[in-house]
T-cell receptor, first 115, second 112 residues
């Protein structure tokens, strides 16, 4: 598509439950990025993919967080055993290239609320 | 280390006035980008300035980059109420990865 699509728009989970978020990048974009925005300010980079391969995972929490980009499927970000501090808006972005700093196009985000 | 620190944190102006936001960063960059976020929405890309550029214009936006001071500014001229939003700068390092490192943003309120 012409826009980055993210689903669901809102997700509410009890502490300890699993959360799974989806992202469909713009058609033709090879790179997908996940960012976490807490409290309407800071954006934290989580992970990026080049097609189905992990490109940069330096921001990814080692425990509980995992992500995948499989061929012909939306990319996904999964949080096992959610905690209160995981409450945030999770943004996905895509770009044509992963180096050289091409513009990243952002999706509308998924708001995760952990109760 | 924190990249892309914007100031001011909040800015309140009247329609028609100019708004200037500043951003400082710490490490060597490939480029710096400015984004806008309306309340509860995703990020909208405004402008990208590369490390070898000093100034760039797009409509009512003017961005400057001073790599010696590791700082950038975003000027919005003749502001409108619709410009009310949070503005973020984000840097892309020279490391080869396109990971964006964002600052905390400037919240701009333009009153009619």
């Amino acid at each position: 598509g012409e826009e980055v699509a993210q689903t669901p728009k809102h997700l509410v989970r009890g502490e300890g439950q699993k959360a799974k978020l989806y992202c469909a990048p713009i058609k033709g974009h090879s790179y997908v990025f996940w960012y976490q925005q807490v409290l309407k300010n800071e954006f934290k980079f989580l992970i990026s993919f080049q097609n189905e391969n992990v490109f940069d995972e330096t921001g990814m929490p080692k425990e509980r967080f995992s992500a995948k980009c499989l061929p012909n499927s939306p990319c996904s970000l999964e949080i096992q055993a959610t905690k209160l501090e995981d409450s945030a808006v999770y943004f996905c972005a895509s770009s044509q290239s992963g180096t050289g700093g091409d513009e990243q196009f952002f999706g509308p985000g998924t708001r995760l609320t952990v109760l | 280390s924190q990249q892309g620190e914007e100031d001011p944190q909040a800015l309140s102006i009247q329609e028609g006035e100019n708004a200037t936001m500043n951003c400082s960063y710490k490490t060597s960059i490939n480029n710096l980008q400015w984004y806008r976020q309306n309340s509860g929405r995703g990020l909208v890309h405004l402008i990208l300035i590369r490390s070898n550029e000093r100034e760039k214009h797009s409509g009512r936006l003017r961005v400057t980059l001073d790599t010696s001071k590791k700082s950038s500014s975003l000027l919005i001229t003749a502001s409108r109420a619709a410009d009310t939003a949070s503005y973020f700068c984000a840097t892309v390092p020279n490391s080869g990865y396109s990971t964006l490192t964002f600052g905390k943003g400037t919240m701009l309120l333009v009153s009619p």
